[in-house]
C-alpha cells in the first residue's frame, strides 16, 4: 500500500496507535520493567514516585509478584502528595494479606491520616484500613470507623458505612454491638448518600433488629427518594420488613383479602373485592366459576409464602391445610389509619417512575404488599413502560408480573395487546407472555387476542406454534363461551396435523399435535358429557395419528370415558382389538396406557362383551410379559397378581396360584386405582412457591442464597413514646454540617474511645481512695470458713484534692447488711462524711452514688473455665479430646500457655500411643507470626509443643488428663497440631482464648489507681454491652422473703465468676453501691488486675454497672494498657463473654 511512500498498512496502523496513546499511561503496560523502580521509590522528587508507583501497579495488573517492594512503597504512606498517597494505598490494600508484618507498620500514618484537614485523605485512609484484612487491625479499625462516622464530611461517613460489612466479616460475633450502635448512628444522618450506604450495612451486619428503624423511620421514608438507586432498593426492602413486623400486613391490601371475606362478610373490608375477583375470573362474564373459586386459595398462598421461609413453608403438607382464618386480626393494620404505613407508601410512589428497573420493582412490591386494593392499579403502568423500555429487564419484569395477573386479573387486563408476542422476544419471554395472556383474558377481549393467536400458528417455529395451541387450551378453560370455538379449531388442526406428521418427525411437528390433543383433552375434562362427540372423532382419527405421545393421549381419553354416552362402549372392543393387534409397535408411552385402558375397561365392562375384554387383556398382558422394557414388564405382573380374581372364570392364569381368600382385597384395590375419575382442576397453585416481588427467587423459583421472607406480622413491638424522646433528643443535637466549612484538626483528632472516656470518667464515680484489703484471684481459693462477703471500708471523699478522706473505721460484717442497707443506717452513715460540705461549685448539684468495698471470698468455687471440643469421636475413631485453659503459668517458657487436655476413648477398643505433635515443625517460618511485638517475633526457637507424656493405653471408657504446653503465634489464631494415635494422624486445631495469654497481677487499690492514672489517652479503651446472667440466678430465688442485699451479692458473683472464668486476672477491688433503692446497682465497680505473659505489661480492667438487679445491666468494659493491640482484642473478648 503507498509503496511510493515506502508506507505499508502495518506501519501505518503503528502509528496510528501511537498518536492515541499520547498523553496516557498506556506505556507502561509495554514495558514496565525497563525502568529500574527501586531508585524512584526512594526519589525526593513526587514525580518519580508516581511514576513508580504506576509501574508496580501495572505489574500487578500483568500478573507479576512484586511484593519485594514493600518496604520501600510503605515508607511512602507519609508522603503530602495525594497522588503519591492513593497509590500507596492501592498497592497496600493487594499486599496487607500477604505481607501482614510490614503492612501493620503503616497503621500509625493511617490514623494519622484520619485526621488530616482534607476529607479524601481521611476517607483514603480510612478504606486503607478496612481493605486491610487482618484480624489482628479489626480493634482499631473498629475506633477509626466510629471516628469517621462522626466527621463533618458526607463522603467520609459514606466511606465509614462502606467499610461496617468488611470489619464485620473479620470480628462477626465480638463487635455486633459495637457496629450496631455505628449503624444506627448513619441511618440518623442527613445526608441521603450516607443513609444509603448505611442501609447496606445495616442488612448485611444486623438485617433483623429492625428495632434500630423505630426512631428515624419516617424521616429515612422521607430521605427515600434522594438516595442513590441501589441503595433505594435496599432501604425499601429494609421499611417493608419494619413495616410488616411491626404493624402487619394492611386489611385494605390483596393479601390479607380472602381472610377479610370469610370473617367479615361483605360488608367488611375485603367483601367486595371478593365479588370482584369472581367478576374479573368470569363468573358473570362468562369465564370459569371454578378459577374464581380457587382465587381466595391462592391469595392466601401469596401471602403465607411471603411470609414464611422455605423450611416453614415445606413443613405444611398442602396449601389446602391452612385456610384464610389462620391470619391473626390483631395482626393487622389499617394502610389508611396507620400514619406510618401511609407516608411509606407515599415516598415510594415517585420511584414507580424510577428510570431503574430494579427500583420501580421494589416500589412496585410495596404496593402490591401493602396498598389498598384499589390503589394497586398504579403499579401497572410503571410496570408496563419498563417492560417496553428496557429490554435487558423484560424476562424478570414479566414474571412479576406473571404473579400479579395470578392472584388479580382485573389489573392486566385491560392492557392484553402489551403482551402480544414480537419476533425479537426469546423463547422464555414468549411463553411468559403466552402464560399471562391466557390469565388476563377476558370474555370481551378474547376474540382480539384469539385472532393474534391465529397468526401465532402460521409461524415457521413449531414450538413456538405449540405453546400457542397450549395457550388456546388454557383460555378455552377459563372462558366457557369460546369452549365450542376453540375445540372446532383444535380439531381442525388436529386433522390438519395429523396428515403431515408421523413418528419420525422432529419433536417440534410432533409436539403441535400432542398439545393440540391435550389442549382438546383438557376441554373435555370440565364438561365430559357434551364433548361425547369429540371422543368420538378422537377415536377414528387414531389410525392416522402415528406420534406416540398424541395416541397415548387419546388411548387414555378411550379408557376414561369408556362408558360415556350410547356410542363410545360400542366401539370398545373394535378399539381394544385394534391396539391389542399394534401393541408390539407402539412406543413405550403407548403401550402404558394400552395396558391401563384393557384393564379400566375390563373391570368396568358388563355383559356378553365382558369375555372379549378379558380375552383381550390376557392376550396383552402376554404380550407385555415379554417385552424389551422392564417398565413394561413389571406393570404386567403387577396387573395379572391384581385381576387374578377378575380373571378366575377363564380359569387360573398362568403362573398365578388361585387364592381365594385374598381376591376380595385385590379386586378393592384394582377398583380403587383405576375406578377414580379425574377431576377438573384449573389452579396447580397449591403446588407452588411464590416469593417476595423484585427478589432473585422470584425468578429462579427456589430460596437463592440470602432470600429472607417478610418477618411475622406484628413481630416487633416498641413503644411510641420512646420513638417521640428519641426524636427531641435528636432535634436538639447538632448535626454534621455538609458544607465547605474550616475542618479544624483539632476538632477531628478526638475518637470514639475518647469521647467514651470522657462519658466514663462524668458518669461513673466509683469509691473512694481509701486503702482496703484486696481479695484473692481466681487461683488463690480462701479457706471455706472465710466469711461469705466482707466490707473492708465505706466511704466517699468530696474532699479537694489535697485533702485526704476522714473515713470510718474498718468494719467486717460476717453475715448481717440489713443494718448497713436500712434508711436509717444509711442516712447516718452519709452525715458522717467529712467533706461533703466542700464539694466543688461544680459538683454542688450532682448526687454521686455511694458504695462501700468488699471482698468475695468464695468466688474461686464459682470459677469454671469453659471447655472446647478439640477432636470429636466421630473423626478420631472413637477418642474423643476436649481442652480448657488453665490458670498454671508454664515452667518452661513465658510464651507457652497451659492448656488442660483430656482424653477419653468412646470406642469398643483399645487405643494406644497417644501424643501431640506440632503440625507444621519441619517447616515453621518468620511469616506465620502476626503479632508487632518484638519479643514474639524474635522467639521462633521457642518450640510450638512441648512433648508431653506419651498415653501408652486407653482402655475403653477410661479418660486421662494431661498438661499441654502450647506457644501461640498470634493471640488470635490457632495452631495447627497433629494428634497421634494408634499409628494414626489426626490434624486439629486448638484456638486460643485471650484471657489466659496473662497472669494475675496482684495490687491493691492505690496501686491500681496510680498505674490507671499512668495510661490515659490511647492506652485506655472503653467499650458497653448488656448483662443478663444475674436475672437467671435471681429467679432462681426460692425464699421470697430473701433480703434485697442476696441480689447485690449476686451481681457481684455473676460478673466476677464471669470474667475469670474466661482470663487469668487477679479481682482487686468490688466497689458495692449503697443507695436508697435497694434494687439499684449503678455504680457498682469491679477491678481486674494482670500481666501479659509474653513481656509482662500490666493490663487493667475495670467493669463499671448501671441499671437494677431485676433489668438487664449495662456494663461499661474499661481497658488500660500500653500493649494497644492485645488491649483491644481483650477489650472486645470482655464484651463478647460479658454479654
Known amino acids: 500500500m503507498f509503496p511510493q511512500f515506502g508506507a505499508t498498512a502495518e506501519s501505518l496502523s503503528k502509528a496510528s496507535t501511537m498518536v492515541f496513546r499520547i498523553g496516557t499511561d498506556a506505556h507502561l503496560y509495554d514495558d514496565p520493567e525497563d525502568v529500574s523502580i527501586a531508585p524512584l521509590l526512594d526519589s525526593r522528587f513526587d514525580s518519580e514516585k508516581r511514576e513508580a508507583l504506576k509501574r508496580l501497579l501495572a505489574l500487578i495488573a500483568q500478573g507479576f509478584d512484586v511484593s519485594n517492594f514493600f518496604p520501600q512503597v510503605v515508607k511512602n504512606v507519609a508522603s503530602q502528595s495525594l497522588e503519591v498517597k492513593k497509590l500507596v494505598y492501592l498497592y497496600l490494600l493487594h499486599y496487607a494479606e500477604k505481607r501482614p508484618n510490614e503492612a501493620l507498620l503503616s497503621i500509625n500514618c493511617f490514623q494519622k491520616d484520619l485526621s488530616d484537614p482534607n476529607p479524601l485523605v481521611r476517607a483514603w485512609a480510612l478504606r486503607a484500613m478496612a481493605g486491610i484484612r487482618l484480624h489482628v487491625v479489626a480493634p482499631i479499625v473498629l475506633v477509626a470507623v466510629g471516628k469517621c462516622a462522626r466527621d463533618p464530611s458526607v463522603y467520609v461517613r459514606k466511606c465509614a458505612a462502606n467499610a461496617l460489612p468488611k470489619l464485620h466479616d473479620l470480628h462477626q460475633e465480638e463487635n455486633t454491638s459495637a457496629l450496631e450502635e455505628i449503624v444506627n448512628m448513619l441511618l440518623n444522618d442527613h445526608s441521603p448518600g450516607v443513609v444509603g450506604a448505611a442501609a447496606a450495612a445495616f442488612n448485611y451486619i444486623c438485617p433483623n433488629n ?91 398462598l401469596l401471602s403465607r409464602c ?109 392492557y392484553a395487546e402489551d403482551f402480544f408476542i414480537n419476533s425479537s422476544d426469546s423463547y422464555q419471554i414468549k411463553s411468559l407472555k403466552f402464560e399471562i395472556l391466557s390469565t388476563i383474558a377476558t370474555d370481551s377481549s378474547i376474540s ?148 391401563s385402558t384393557a384393564v379400566k375397561v375390563m373391570l368396568f365392562a358388563q355383559g356378553e362383551e365382558l369375555l372379549t375384554f378379558r380375552e383381550v387383556l390376557s392376550y396383552v398382558l402376554d404380550l407385555a410379559k415379554y417385552d424389551p422394557d422392564y417398565d413394561v414388564r413389571d406393570r404386567a405382573r403387577i396387573f395379572k397378581k391384581l385381576l387374578a380374581g377378575h380373571m378366575a372364570s377363564q380359569g387360573p392364569m398362568e403362573g ?39 427478589s432473585l427467587s422470584q425468578i429462579v423459583l427456589h430460596a437463592a442464597p440470602g432470600y429472607e421472607p417478610l418477618p411475622k406480622p406484628g413481630s416487633v413491638v416498641y413503644d411510641d413514646s420512646c420513638r417521640d424522646m428519641d426524636t427531641a433528643l435528636a432535634g436538639g443535637r447538632t448535626t454534621n454540617s455538609d458544607s465547605s466549612g474550616t475542618n479544624d484538626p483539632d476538632t477531628l483528632s478526638g475518637s ?85 460540705s466542700e464539694c466543688p461549685p461544680s459538683k454542688q448539684g450532682v448526687v454521686l452514688p455511694s458504695s462501700a468495698r468488699i471482698s468475695i471470698r468464695d468466688i474461686g468455687n464459682r470459677v469454671k473455665p469453659k471447655t472446647y471440643a478439640l477432636l470429636d469421636p466421630a473423626n478420631g475413631n472413637g477418642l474423643r479430646v476436649d481442652y480448657l485453659f488453665s490458670s498454671e503459668i508454664s515452667s518452661i517458657s513465658p510464651m507457652h500457655i497451659c492448656v488442660e487436655t483430656s482424653f477419653k476413648n468412646c470406642s469398643t ?77 489426626y490434624s486439629v486445631k486448638l484456638r486460643p482464648e485471650m484471657g489466659f495469654f496473662m497472669k494475675p497481677l496482684p495490687m491493691d487499690v492505690e496501686a491500681f489507681k496510680s498505674k490507671e492514672s499512668q495510661l490515659p489517652g490511647m492506652f485506655e479503651y472503653i467499650r458497653s454491652c448488656t448483662f443478663t446472667d444475674h436475672i437467671e440466678e435471681l429467679n432462681c430465688e426460692k425464699d421470697p422473703s430473701s433480703l434485697m442485699k442476696d441480689k447485690f451479692l449476686v451481681v457481684c458473683q455473676s460478673l466476677a465468676s464471669r470474667m475469670l472464668s474466661h482470663a487469668n486476672l487477679f479481682l482487686v477491688s468490688v466497689d458495692m453501691p449503697v443507695a436508697v433503692n435497694h434494687d439499684d446497682v449503678s455504680g457498682l465497680c469491679l477491678r481486674f488486675s494482670g500481666e501479659i505473659l509474653s513481656n509482662s505489661i500490666p493490663c487493667l480492667i475495670t467493669i463499671t454497672v448501671e441499671g437494677r438487679c431485676s433489668e438487664p445491666l449495662k456494663i461499661f468494659a474499661k481497658m488500660n494498657c500500653e500493649e494497644t493491640m492485645f488491649g483491644l482484642n481483650m477489650l472486645n473478648r470482655v464484651i463478647a463473654f460479658l454479654s
Open 210 to 300: 429492625l428495632s434500630l428503624l423505630s426512631r428515624n423511620f419516617k424521616r429515612l421514608c422521607e430521605t427515600l427518594p434522594d438516595i442513590e438507586e441501589w441503595g433505594q432498593i435496599i432501604l425499601i426492602g429494609i421499611l417493608l420488613r419494619y413495616v410488616v413486623a411491626k404493624y402487619g400486613l394492611a386489611k385494605e391490601s390483596i393479601m390479607t383479602s380472602s381472610y377479610c371475606t370469610q370473617s367479615s362478610g361483605p360488608e367488611k373490608h375485603g367483601g367486595d373485592f371478593h365479588d370482584e375477583a369472581l367478576k374479573d375470573s368470569g363468573d358473570i362474564q362468562g369465564i370459569n366459576i371454578e378459577g374464581g373459586a380457587d382465587l381466595p386459595k391462592l391469595i392466601t
Open 306 to 414: 411471603y411470609t414464611e421461609g422455605p423450611d416453614e413453608y415445606l413443613s405444611h403438607s398442602t396449601c389446602t391445610s391452612v385456610s384464610g382464618n389462620e391470619l391473626d386480626r390483631a395482626s393487622l393494620t389499617s394502610s389508611k389509619d396507620n400514619d406510618d404505613v401511609r407516608i411509606f407508601l407515599q415516598c415510594t410512589s415517585p420511584l414507580l417512575w424510577s428510570h431503574n428497573s430494579a427500583v420501580v420493582l421494589a416500589a412496585s412490591g410495596v404496593h402490591w404488599i401493602m396498598a389498598p386494593k384499589e390503589d394497586i392499579k398504579r403499579i401497572v403502568k410503571p410496570l408496563l413502560f419498563v417492560l417496553r423500555s428496557s429490554p435487558d429487564s423484560k424476562y424478570v419484569v414479566l414474571c412479576n408480573i406473571q404473579v400479579f395477573a395470578k392472584a388479580m386479573p382485573s389489573l392486566f387486563a385491560p
Open 448 to 595: 382480539v387476542i384469539f385472532q393474534e393467536f391465529q397468526d401465532y400458528i402460521k409461524d415457521p417455529d413449531r414450538r413456538f406454534v405449540a405453546d400457542t395451541v397450549a395457550a388456546i387450551g388454557l383460555c378455552a378453560q377459563r372462558i366457557r363461551t369460546v369452549a365450542n370455538n376453540c375445540l372446532e379449531g383444535l380439531l381442525s388442526l388436529v386433522r390438519q396435523e395429523s396428515l403431515v406428521c408421523d413418528s419420525t418427525l422432529l419433536d417440534g411437528e410432533a409436539g403441535v399435535l400432542a398439545q393440540a390433543i391435550m389442549s382438546v383433552k383438557a376441554i373435555i375434562k370440565q364438561d365430559p358429557e357434551n364433548h361425547e362427540k369429540v371422543i368420538i372423532q378422537l377415536i377414528r382419527s387414531l389410525d392416522s395419528i402415528k406420534v406416540p405421545a398424541a395416541r397415548a393421549m387419546i388411548i387414555w381419553i378411550v379408557g376414561e370415558y369408556n362408558s360415556l354416552g350410547q356410542i363410545i362402549p360400542r366401539m370398545l372392543p373394535t378399539v381394544l382389538m385394534y391396539l391389542a393387534r399394534c401393541f408390539t409397535s407402539e412406543a413405550l408411552e403407548t403401550k402404558h396406557q394400552i395396558l
Open 656 to 694: 398365578i396360584p388361585s387364592q381365594p381368600q385374598n381376591t376380595d382385597l385385590r379386586t378393592a384395590l384394582a377398583e380403587h386405582i383405576f375406578g377414580g375419575k379425574t377431576k377438573s382442576t384449573l389452579s396447580t397453585s397449591n403446588n407452588y412457591r411464590f416469593y417476595l416481588p423484585g
Open 752 to 836: 470514639l474511645n475518647e469521647e467514651s472516656t470522657s462519658n466514663y470518667s462524668s458518669g461513673h464515680s466509683v469509691a473512694s481512695s481509701a486503702e482496703s484489703e484486696y481479695s484473692g484471684s481466681a487461683s488463690e481459693v480462701d479457706e471455706p470458713a472465710s466469711s461469705l462477703i466482707q466490707f473492708s471500708e465505706v466511704g466517699i471523699s468530696y474532699s479537694k484534692p489535697n485533702e485526704s478522706a476522714e473515713g470510718n473505721g474498718s468494719t467486717s460484717i460476717s453475715d448481717e447488711l440489713g443494718g448497713l442497707m436500712s434508711k436509717r443506717a444509711l442516712e447516718s452513715w452519709l452525715d458522717e462524711q467529712p467533706g461533703f
Open 909 to 985: 477398643e483399645i487405643l494406644t500411643k497417644i501424643c501431640f505433635t506440632d503440625e507444621n515443625q519441619s517447616s515453621e517460618s518468620s511469616n506465620q507470626a502476626l503479632e508487632t511485638d518484638e519479643s514474639l517475633s524474635t522467639s521462633y526457637d521457642v518450640p510450638t509443643v512441648v512433648p508431653m507424656e506419651e498415653i501408652t493405653s486407653l482402655v475403653p471408657g477410661q479418660t486421662t488428663r494431661r498438661i499441654l504446653q502450647v506457644r501461640f503465634h498470634h493471640h488470635l489464631l490457632p495452631v495447627k497440631l497433629a494428634i497421634w494415635c494408634s499409628d494414626k494422624k
